[in-house]
């Protein structure tokens, strides 16, 4: 009776797996149009008058989820931060739990005169969409609310569904680390998708084992006490862009090395394990170069272009503003600039500690008429993760049965902050992927979204709920 | 009978200057309003969307002139260029010609949230007047313009009069230079005064001996095609502002020396009896150090403050933006940045010569991922000056009378390109000078001038108007 019984069971799942798909087929219109709404959401976290904008977008989230069935809520956790959204679905309380990880904010457009099209009025040209956020990250997890709405439309899957979306991603902000390491008993779950990565640069969908972290800072130099006349003062004035860009120059050496004291003294060579997916030739570093449309590569000697973007950190300025920037001249040495620096670091890096070596680097290289002063604008741990589990797998033949191609095992430069909150307090495995095809332009100008990608994503992710409730059955 | 109508044509000359005096103290209300309501018209020459506001200067300042009797006309030289003023007053043939030289342009006012007040807006505080352009050059010219009023109004000035004020200065632009060099026999004159220079840093009237010629270029780097993730791409992605704040280092070392391949090779070390009037002590520096507001001075070493200013060349970046430039954080690499840098030079620097010698270094420091164009923004000579004749001497004992003090003959750090033009063009005794007190904040927020000085300077003129009609005469 048992083996009978099961049987049914199974079929019956996999028919509503059938269901469900045909259904993401049938649905792919509704499915843009709604990925087009919730792009033209300005939701800009780090920027204080869009405020509204984020709050609305967790709201409308909210509406979303609720819609399809899913107990949803919009959760402030700190005085000042943005929302957590959550979004919960039931169906059978022996099922097991997938909890999806994704952000609803977005990076700053700018520079905007370098969008063929506004950021938040999204276009389709080519199949692809052309909007702020649309890869990073709404076009993931809009494909994941999909596959959510059909797979309850098909009768439900046999996973149970938390979806935990938070608008501080790009701001490294601490409220959903904060609501999962306060809630972790009540967010036990069997499985985490941190849904914010992509594909890799070579077209292989990926499963992240190794996230970089970040050292985010602001330095403030300030010279005389007002902008003087150059011609007047120069010879004799602290200047504080000369004294400036000479520190910027001086934090990494010409061939790209960090030049902080102490900057690579955690750092660790993977074991070839690890690194067994990569692509360590110069291929993966000419389609790098091809995408950035850079004349050529720079990075540190003696590492290949994988191993500089996943296993080795890097120092980027990331922002620079002082004195005369209009058209024409000015010939002023201006009181004060600043620039904004950001570190990716790897394990065993430690943020804390490279700030204190950085601030002290750059004291001994000012001059004596500059003060710098280096701010902490954020900062994150590196996480390695563990790939090779039943989620993991799952994930892989999910993949390949949407896309035709397994997942390789990567890591990435990027950063994704709460990774590495979701993984000590909750605990359970954890795949790190997602959907935006390479150069997809992520907090840049004309980021785009292929649309093929978010509709075979709403698949595979069919395939992984079912595939892992399969396997709890 | 030739010396008795000698002596009463002395003495009907002499009490001619007293009622002018007397004119100029009872008028000082009504110049401060005038020299307010210039102040009002922001004239900034650089930018394309003030041009009617520097053409109504002019037109305003031709208004003044012909309102006093003087012929006057706006001339424009050059296809897109701003007018050049001229307003001329002929009162006997054989009387000395004396031109007096301005500019009615001014710097942009930016950075705007340093102001006090606004800009354009001059207010009166505790006997100085804030405004941008009231100490450069607006101040200067219209002393000179009441100086012109009264001694019309007493009579008639023994030396005839020529006003050439040009709105290029502060974009060292060709028109006026174009002008006096293709009307050289036209504009013949026995003296030059070149009124668009200030006190010293010491206090003391002067009268300058020498200028620092300009070279100021625009560096943008370009590397990737597009704004990049510097997670994803950061550890192979060319970085421009890296590699421009690097090469903006590398122009000028630690101690203050520009490292440009030849730049002090034409250099050459003033004699002894130019630097007469030179306070070569440190309270020279410390009076500069006090103004600028700064921690300490940061010169080349060896070569005291007032040389480091006068003597020897400099380099300053006076402006650089790139990448994300707002509050709180963005993770990008730009594509492209760019950066201002001007080069004060001394005597017998050429700035084509040093430009090239410019574009080869920067060449060569880049890195290979990133391309940097350098382009030219403006160039001037630097000039010497002999401050030895009878024009000078007029000039300082106008000083003494009006001020208490003489001039001390000194050299100045900043640049007034068409001073050449009128030195090889007109070959007359020149005289550079100017009424702002030391500090007053040209081309920096809060610019002000000393009504005093502006008063006593109009006075000042008057003493020389008579003095050099009395030797001509």
């Not at 904008?53 to 931060?81: K, P, T």
């Not at 370098?114 to 276009?123: A, D, H, K, S």
């Not at 996973?159 to 904060?178: D, Q």
């Not at 750092?267 to 110069?282: F, H, I, K, S």
Request: negative net charge.
């Amino acid at each position: 009776m048992r083996t009978t019984r099961g049987r049914v069971l199974v079929e019956s799942r996999l028919m509503s797996l059938e269901r469900a798909l045909e259904l993401a087929r049938g649905g792919r219109a509704a499915a843009e149009s709604e990925l087009l709404e919730e792009l033209r959401i300005p939701s800009v976290s780090t920027l204080p008058e869009h405020r509204a904008d984020v709050r609305r977008n967790a709201e409308w989230l909210a509406e979303r989820f609720r819609s399809l069935g899913l107990e949803a809520a919009v959760i402030d956790v700190v005085e000042g931060g943005h929302s957590v959204l959550r979004a919960d679905w039931c169906g059978d309380g022996r099922a097991p739990w997938l909890t999806i990880y994704g952000h609803y904010d977005v990076q700053p457009p700018d520079p905007l005169e370098e969008w063929r099209t506004p950021p938040f009025e999204p276009v389709v040209r080519e199949g692809f969409v052309y909007a702020r956020g649309c890869s990073d990250n709404k076009g993931n997890h809009l494909a994941a609310l999909q596959a959510a709405r059909y797979a309850l439309a098909a009768g439900g899957p046999p996973v149970n569904l938390r979806f935990l979306l938070e608008g501080e991603e790009e701001i490294t902000g601490p409220s959903l680390p904060g609501y999962v390491r306060e809630h972790a008993t009540a967010l036990a779950t069997d499985f985490v998708l941190i849904w914010d990565g992509s594909f890799a640069a070579d077209g292989r969908p990926q499963l992240v084992t190794g996230l970089r972290g970040l050292l985010y800072v602001e330095l403030e130099a300030s010279g005389p006490a007002l902008d003087l006349h150059s011609g007047a003062f120069g010879g004799n004035a602290p200047n504080p862009l000369n004294t400036l860009a000479r520190i910027l120059g001086e934090l990494k050496d010409r061939e790209g090395r960090v030049t902080v004291p102490g900057f690579y003294d955690a750092v660790r060579t993977p074991d070839p394990a690890q690194m067994a997916d990569w692509d360590l030739g110069p291929a993966y570093g000419e389609s790098l170069r091809r995408i950035m449309g850079a004349r050529a590569l720079e990075g540190e000697p003696g590492y290949s272009p994988a191993e500089r973007n996943w296993a080795r950190p890097t120092l980027d300025v990331n922002g620079i503003v002082g004195g005369f920037t209009g058209e024409g001249k000015k010939t002023v040495i201006p009181a004060r600039c600043r620039a904004k620096v950001s570190m990716r670091l790897v394990p065993e890096q430690d943020p804390e500690a490279i700030l204190a070596a950085l601030r002290a680097y750059v004291a001994e290289l000012t001059t004596p008429g500059v003060e710098i002063s280096v701010r902490l604008l954020g900062a994150a741990r590196p996480v390695l993760v563990d790939a090779d589990h039943a989620g993991a797998r799952a994930l892989s033949a999910a993949y390949e049965a949407a896309f035709g191609r397994p997942a390789a095992r990567l890591r990435t430069g990027g950063t994704i902050p709460v990774a590495l909150d979701f993984q000590e307090a909750l605990g359970a495995p954890m795949m790190i992927s997602g959907l935006p095809q390479p150069g997809a332009g992520a907090h840049g100008p004309n980021e785009h979204l292929s649309l093929d990608h978010f509709h075979r994503g709403t698949e595979a992710l069919l395939h992984l709920m079912w595939s892992l409730g399969q396997r709890a059955g």
